[in-house]
C-alpha cells in the first residue's frame, strides 16, 4: 500500500519569507498524481497545486511551488512572500494509478508570525 | 454556486447509539467521497460513490459503517451501535468525475463527531 510521510508536524516562518514543507512517499507505481492541499482552522480542505509524476517539470501557483524528485520519492511544497493567510494545515496526498481515493500524510501546521 | 454542505457540524452521540452525517455535493458533481480524520491526523478514505454506484468501500472500517446515494446527489454516512473510536470528523468531497488525477475533489466543512 502506497503511504505519504510529512515529517515536520509544525513550521513556522515570518511574514513574507519563504517556507519549505517536506512530503515523502512510498510506491512501487509509474504513474500517480502528488496533491498538497491546505486546511485553514475552519477545517474545509483546499487543493493547493497538483503533480502528475510523468510531467518533469515542476508545478507552479502562483506563490506556491514545488519541489518534486520522483527517484528521491520526495515531493516538497516551496511557500514564497508567506502571508498571514497561509496560516493552516498543509497535507501532502498522493493518488494512485487509475484510483479516484486520496491518501493523505498527517499534515504539517504551519505558524505565520507577523 | 454553493459548495459542499454537511450536516450536522457537531454530533455527540452515546455509545451504541446510530448515527446519520449527510453530505450534499456541490450540484452536478458525478463522484462523491467520505474521509475519516481522527484528532490530529490526516484524512482516511472511507468510501467512493460515481453516481448512485458505489465503486469502492474499501476504507470502510467494519460492518457498522454504511454509506449510500440512492439519488446520485446527497449522501449519507450511517454508523451504527457506535463506540468511542468512531470519534472523528467525518469529510465528504465531491468532484466532477473528469478523469483520473485531473479532477478536483472539493471538500465540505466536516462533521465532527464525539462518541460518550
Known amino acids: 500500500a502506497q503511504t505519504v510521510t510529512q515529517s515536520q508536524p509544525e513550521m513556522s516562518v515570518q511574514e513574507a519569507e519563504t517556507v519549505t514543507l517536506s512530503c515523502t512517499y512510498d510506491t512501487s507505481e509509474s504513474d500517480y498524481y502528488l496533491f498538497w492541499y491546505k486546511q485553514p482552522p475552519s477545517r474545509q480542505m483546499i487543493l493547493v497545486i497538483r503533480q502528475e509524476a510523468y510531467k518533469q517539470q515542476n508545478a507552479t501557483e502562483n506563490r506556491f511551488s514545488v519541489n518534486f524528485q520522483k527517484a528521491a520519492k520526495s515531493f516538497s511544497l516551496k511557500i514564497s512572500d508567506s502571508q498571514l493567510g497561509d496560516a493552516a494545515m498543509y497535507f501532502c496526498?498522493?493518488?494512485?494509478?487509475?484510483?479516484?481515493?486520496?491518501?493523505f500524510g498527517q499534515g504539517t501546521r504551519l505558524t505565520i508570525n507577523p | 454556486g454553493a459548495g459542499v454542505s454537511q450536516s450536522p457540524r457537531y454530533k455527540v452521540a452515546k455509545r451504541g447509539q446510530d448515527v446519520a452525517l449527510r453530505c450534499d455535493p456541490i450540484s452536478g458533481h458525478v463522484s462523491l467521497f467520505w474521509y475519516q480524520q481522527a484528532l490530529g491526523q490526516g484524512p482516511e478514505f472511507l468510501t467512493y460513490?460515481?453516481?448512485?454506484?458505489?465503486?469502492?468501500k474499501s476504507g470502510l472500517p467494519s460492518d457498522r459503517f454504511f454509506a449510500e446515494r440512492p439519488e446520485g446527489s446527497v449522501s449519507t454516512l450511517k454508523i451504527q451501535r457506535t463506540q468511542q473510536e468512531d470519534s472523528a470528523v467525518y469529510l465528504c468531497?465531491?468532484?466532477?468525475?473528469?478523469?483520473?488525477?485531473?479532477?478536483?475533489?472539493?471538500f465540505g466543512p466536516g462533521t465532527r463527531l464525539t462518541v460518550l
Open positions: 460513490f460515481q453516481n448512485e454506484a458505489q465503486l469502492d
Open positions: 468531497a465531491s468532484s466532477l468525475g473528469l478523469g483520473w488525477g485531473t479532477d478536483t475533489q472539493y
Open positions: 496526498a498522493y493518488m494512485g494509478q487509475g484510483a479516484q481515493k486520496l491518501v
